[in-house]
């Protein structure tokens, strides 16, 4: 991710999203790593156009980046996700569509990601419905090469099906926690970019 959240200009807007989409599963999957978490708190907290919709949330996660060590920030990660068993916030689609781990949506999930020619790397013990998994599998989709797969038509469908109706259930579960800050600030953002998401989509449908 560069140090700027995303603009609105035609030129810079698809590599903004896909930046966006590769950040969240970063910070989404593990720990944040010193590297990146030094490049939030030295980043551009100003949209371009003033008063942009993203600009607030954004400098709330730098904001807390900036006032929390890399180990509280791990710990925090931890305590949220992590454990053994049951973690305090669930981040697998499953989870919120269907109240158990495992289910339906995530055999749905694997045939449309099969469909698209894409599938779990053995180096990933998590299930696909991971919100890390399908946030890079929307960045593929808006930066990849192929262009029969990488379009907006198969961003548009992946979105509606595998993202949207669950997102926004999880930002609530992150930022209602009490033991949330860093990621409850990044939950904020998460929300507001995802509203931007829809709203782009929806456009399209009325186009």
């Avoid at 993203?54 to 920030?73: H, K, N, S």
Wanted: a negative charge.
């Amino acid at each position: 991710m560069s140090g700027s959240i995303p603009v609105s200009s035609a030129l810079d807007e698809e590599t903004a999203r896909a930046e966006v989409y590769g950040l969240l599963a970063i910070l989404y999957y593990a720990p944040p790593e010193p590297e990146l978490l030094a490049s939030l708190r030295v980043a551009v907290t100003e949209a371009p156009a003033s008063g942009g919709f993203l600009e607030e949330p954004w400098r709330e996660v730098v904001g807390a980046a900036r006032g929390m060590t890399d180990e509280a920030i791990a710990a925090e990660y931890n305590a949220l996700f992590g454990g053994v068993g049951k973690p305090e916030v669930y981040l697998f689609g499953s989870h919120y569509l269907s109240g158990f781990l495992n289910e339906k949506p995530l055999a749905r999930l694997r045939t449309d990601l099969a469909a698209l020619g894409l599938a779990r790397g053995d180096e990933m013990p998590e299930t696909e419905d991971h919100i890390a998994y399908v946030c890079e599998v929307m960045r593929y989709l808006i930066a990849g090469d192929e262009v029969e797969v990488a379009n907006l038509a198969r961003q548009q469908e992946f979105f509606a099906t595998h993202v949207q109706p669950w997102v926004m259930a999880l930002c609530d579960a992150i930022a209602g926690h009490p033991k949330a800050r860093f990621y409850a600030a990044l939950a904020g953002f998460t929300r507001a970019f995802m509203t931007v998401e829809v709203q782009g989509f929806d456009m399209l449908d009325g186009a």
